[in-house]
């Protein structure tokens, strides 16, 4: 089975602009997480998508979001682009939101915000 | 607040020895737990879980434990390879429906000198 996909792998954007991000999970994975990491808070949860809808979401402001399309694959968005949005943002998946079902991580998009 | 502290940013340790990394928790309502590693340029891989109702979780060289009273786990690699030395994290989880929304520590490399 292919593991996690996510495109683009590096992205070099300005302050104000913004940004999106894909995720496609495992073949047959229908929850998708989605982190960031940064060397001062470490990986911080962002948002979690089962069947199209966000089940969890995580101290972040509005200016992040996210959506999940009926294949799965998800999406996230991020407006307004600050200098502190740089960052690696990870993408997980897992079959189901049943404890003991393991999140797979993607390698992570580069996002860098000049 | 950081409610999973890796207390120890780094450890080093020879070939053949043990590894023991260690977990902190404050929040007494997380009943699931979880150690990923991490290698440069890739997403974390899971490595092993385990429930609040356990104390000991075994698979291959890598055993968690975990102490609830005293709100820690620790990760024992036995015997430790060169091809261990990567970034561990541990992360928790609370309740059925969050097994999606992971909160994770701030990460201890981990070096295996040959």
């Known amino acids: 089975k292919a593991g996690v996909t996510q495109t683009p792998r590096y992205l070099i954007k300005t302050r104000g602009q913004q940004v999106t991000l894909s995720c496609s999970p495992i073949?047959?994975?229908?929850?998708v997480s989605w982190y960031q990491q940064t060397p001062g808070q470490g990986l911080q949860f962002l948002f979690e998508?089962?069947?199209?809808?966000?089940?969890n979401k995580g101290n972040f402001p509005g200016r992040f979001s996210g959506r999940q399309f009926s294949n799965s694959r998800s999406e996230m968005n991020v407006s307004t682009l600050e200098l502190g949005d740089s960052a690696l943002y990870l993408c997980?998946?897992?079959?189901?939101?049943?404890?003991?079902?393991?999140?797979?991580f993607g390698p992570g998009t580069r996002l860098t915000v000049l | 607040d950081q409610q999973v502290k890796q207390n120890s940013p780094s450890l080093s340790v020879q070939e053949g020895r043990i590894s023991i990394l260690n977990c902190d928790y404050t929040?007494?309502?997380?009943?699931?737990f979880l150690w990923y590693k991490k290698y440069p340029a890739e997403g974390p891989t899971f490595l092993i879980s385990?429930?609040?109702?356990?104390d000991k979780n075994e698979d291959g060289r890598f055993t968690v434990f975990l102490n609830k009273s005293a709100k820690h786990l620790s990760l024992h690699i036995v015997p430790s390879q060169p091809g261990d030395s990567a970034v561990y994290f541990c992360?928790?989880?609370?309740?059925?429906?969050?097994?999606?929304?992971?909160?994770f520590g701030q990460g201890t490399t981990l070096q295996v000198k040959p």
């Open positions: 997980a998946s897992s079959a189901s939101r049943d404890r003991g079902d393991t999140q797979y």
């Open positions: 073949s047959g994975h229908r929850s």
């Open positions: 998508y089962f069947s199209e809808t966000q089940r």
């Open positions: 929040n007494s309502m997380f009943d699931y």
């Open positions: 385990i429930s609040s109702i356990k």
């Open positions: 992360a928790a989880s609370k309740g059925s429906g969050n097994t999606g929304k992971l909160i």
